[in-house]
């Protein structure tokens, strides 16, 4: 045909369309979501859900064919990444295998038009004349003919006036030519490039968020499509942009929607939830720091960080459901009911392919040798041996992360097949003999999926959170302090308490220690926030020590102390400051002379343990100094 002939022909398209001005094309929303895990790299094809644009206008060719340009470009996701169409089956005009993927029905009556399989529509209603994509990957387009009826040789009548017509992109089933309908679920295109949509789980919630405070670990992750429609294409064999000119219509048509945002959906499916037990009774007996010790007299059992002496439970989790995403097959549900795989990346129906469960415990100042971290479900860590029957320890003094690993079946037996999954106990289990340090407890929880291979690999499912904490060692003397007694002398202290954890709070006790090294009275001071941060006069201390408690007598060799208000000037006290249940304290001193001179004399203090393992050699069983050896009393 002759181009001039091509150009009128295409000039009168859509004449029924342009007397539809109240109201504009629609695409037609729908959403497909599918599992983030299921998503591995963006070499990975996953088979494209239709879509659709319905039109406000009629396609009339009873006066001759109809010739337009339909495009389906992927836009940006919610993160900013765009997918891209991929490589295969794409191309050629009328039975090639994007055109078979391509419907129009009529969007009154809902028939669906037989799509021909020649030149001239002897054998059906419309011929996709050329399809293909853009050079960038992210356009589909197609131009499509509709035969004016009857047809040249009379063989056919097709369908010549199409009623706001419903075009399909992607469709799974189709009427090709006069036989019966076809299924075209397998010359659907795919979509690829959306690795990069979704993200890599591992990093996202490992790195980008430290197990610092309790994380949701899910995210959902949106990719939209848009529409454009032409008439009067210049080439109808290719797409409309620079270099062929076509008129936007329908698609341009004020009131017309021709985006689609949520056309993917990408939800995390799988999450964990970890937290520590919910009181936390467990500290470190004074004296030494060798066992653990009920400090609020709440005893032994579930949902209590204190078990016994030499072992606490840190914390527990487990595994939820999250998000109602598809596994790769777009047909069936990704979920934690399903994690019975032992034949990792093999499947996509809808197993969660477990090869392992790795479980990392990080420790601020590290663990005490020879000790153990368990799993465990018993909340009272008293199963033996713990989760599949082994304890993990250890081998350096002090080391962290430890790691456990559980193979598949007892992952199983542990986690059970339910959302939210039974909970696995972290239990700590220390040798009674040897120091243990102060620290803050946090775990990473991982359900490793295997080595990633083949097209339906899965990432990882990963999350990290707070346990408890185990405090009572602190004990923190301010060597240089100035009294109120010493008011005359013209000097004066102010202490500064800093509790610089970011999840525990610290109870503050202080004593008084008399210059002939006889122990003063002592008090419940406060209870610091996490963060928080309080300061003190001496005045304000030495009033709540002399309404505080005397010292027990005989707790050291010396004497019964006397009440504060009894100190001299020039009598040299210090001040020892202890917490039971925090896991670090800092404390600055500042003392104001004669004139309002001020000086801070917190280098005259010892610190707790929140240093790190240079501070002191190994052999010494602590990893830094601490300057008060004792509690309150000398306890």
């Known amino acids: 045909m002759k181009q001039t002939l091509i150009t009128r022909l295409i000039l009168g398209a859509f004449a029924g369309l342009a007397a539809v001005g109240a109201y504009a094309g629609q695409i037609q929303s729908s959403s497909t979501s599918i599992a983030r895990e299921a998503i591995q790299n963006d070499a990975q094809q996953i088979a494209s859900p239709s879509i659709a644009y319905r039109f406000a206008g009629d396609i009339d060719a009873r006066a001759n064919d109809q010739t337009f340009q339909v495009q389906f470009t992927l836009n940006p996701a919610s993160n900013g990444f765009t997918p891209s169409w991929g490589p295969n089956l794409v191309g050629g005009g009328a039975n090639s295998t994007l055109a078979q993927a391509i419907t129009i029905t009529d969007g009154v009556t809902a028939n669906l038009l037989a799509q021909a399989t020649t030149m001239g529509g002897t054998d059906g209603d419309y011929t996709v004349l050329a399809a293909g994509i853009s050079p960038n990957g992210k356009t589909v387009w197609a131009t499509i003919k509709v035969w004016m009826a009857p047809t040249a040789n009379n063989i056919a009548v097709p369908t010549a006036l199409i009623k706001q017509p419903l075009i399909t992109l992607n469709a799974t089933s189709n009427q090709i030519g006069g036989g019966l309908p076809t299924n075209t679920s397998l010359l659907r295109?795919?979509?690829?490039?959306?690795?990069?949509?979704?993200?890599?789980?591992?990093?996202?919630?490992?790195?980008?968020?430290?197990?610092?405070?309790?994380?949701?670990?899910?995210?959902?992750?949106?990719?939209?499509?848009?529409?454009?429609?032409?008439t009067a294409v210049t080439d109808p064999m290719l797409m409309v942009g620079p270099g062929n000119s076509g008129n936007e219509d329908e698609s341009q048509r004020s009131g017309a929607t021709n985006l689609q945002g949520g056309w993917l959906v990408f939800p995390t499916n799988v999450g964990f939830n970890i937290a520590p037990p919910a009181t936390e009774n467990a500290g470190l007996t004074t004296g030494g720091n060798l066992t653990f010790t009920d400090t609020t007299g709440a005893g032994a059992g579930a949902g209590l960080t204190y078990q016994t002496p030499t072992t606490?439970?840190?914390g527990q989790f487990n595994l939820k459901q999250t998000g109602a995403g598809l596994d790769s097959d777009l047909a069936t549900l990704y979920n934690v009911a399903a994690a019975t795989d032992s034949s990792p990346t093999t499947l996509q129906d809808g197993t969660i392919e477990v090869d392992n469960l790795q479980v990392r415990v990080f420790a601020s100042q590290g663990f005490v040798a020879g000790g153990t971290i368990s799993l465990d479900t018993s909340a009272t860590c008293s199963t033996a041996g713990g989760v599949g029957g082994v304890s993990w320890a250890s081998t350096v003094a002090g080391a962290s992360p430890l790691t456990v690993t559980v193979p598949l079946g007892n992952v199983l037996a542990a986690l059970g097949g339910v959302s939210p999954s039974t909970p696995v106990y972290v239990c700590y289990n220390v040798p009674g003999t040897a120091y243990i340090p102060s620290s803050q407890f946090t775990a990473e929880a991982r359900v490793v999926k295997g080595t990633p291979a083949g097209a339906f690999a899965e990432q990882d499912d990963i999350c990290n959170g707070p346990l408890t904490a185990l405090g009572g060692s602190i004990k923190i003397d301010v060597r240089n302090y100035v009294s109120s007694a010493d008011v005359s002398s013209g000097w004066q202290s102010t202490i500064r308490l800093i509790n610089t954890s970011e999840t525990k709070a610290a109870d503050i006790q202080v004593q008084l220690i008399n210059q002939d090294g006889s122990y003063g009275n002592w008090t419940d001071l406060a209870t610091l926030a996490p963060l928080s941060v309080k300061n003190y006069s001496a005045a304000s201390l030495d009033a709540a020590l002399a309404a505080g408690t005397i010292t027990q007598a005989g707790a050291r060799a010396g004497t019964v102390s006397l009440p504060i208000a009894a100190a001299t000037a020039g009598s040299s006290p210090r001040l020892r400051f202890t917490s039971k249940q925090g896991d670090t304290l800092r404390i600055q001193n500042y003392v104001q002379g004669p004139g309002g001179m001020i000086f801070e004399a917190s280098n005259a203090e010892g610190v707790d343990f929140a240093g790190n393992i240079t501070r002191a050699p190994a052999s010494e069983g602590q990893y830094q100094t601490q300057d008060a050896q004792k509690g309150i009393d000398g306890k």
């Open 189 to 230: 295109n795919t979509v690829t490039g959306l690795f990069s949509v979704v993200g890599d789980i591992v990093t996202t919630y490992n790195t980008a968020l430290p197990p610092t405070a309790g994380h949701v670990c899910a995210e959902t992750i949106t990719d939209g499509i848009s529409f454009k429609h032409y």
């Open 312 to 314: 606490a439970t840190l």
